[in-house]
């Protein structure tokens, strides 16, 4: 899981915990992304990195990639694996309610029956 190097602790708890998406406005805002630019100016935008050698944003990338898996990202990852595999192989009535409603009905009507029971009655 990679949301917490990518956003700050208090937006990367709540959209993992919530599962909310985020437009493209609200993804700038919280760091998702760089910026949003208007569709007709996107070429433009892309030109920038287009005039750089294909070979010195390829390794920018690789660098600043391999950079945070060196820090920060290989043990958190596989933190995260080990808790997934404990949490594929975990059940709860929840977790058998939601999966029956999601296999019958579709993910949307899990996720519906999920945030209906934490609205206030």
Known sequence: MITPFSVNLAHAKRLMLTGDTVDAEEAARI???SRVVPHDRLMDECEKICLVPQIGVKL???SVNRAMEEM???KPIKHNLELLAL???STSPERKEFNAISKADGLRAALNWRDARFKAP
């Open 31 to 33: 760091g998702w992304v």
């Open 87 to 89: 949490f594929d192989n």
């Open 72 to 74: 920060v990202f290989k």
């Open 60 to 62: 920018t990338k690789d």
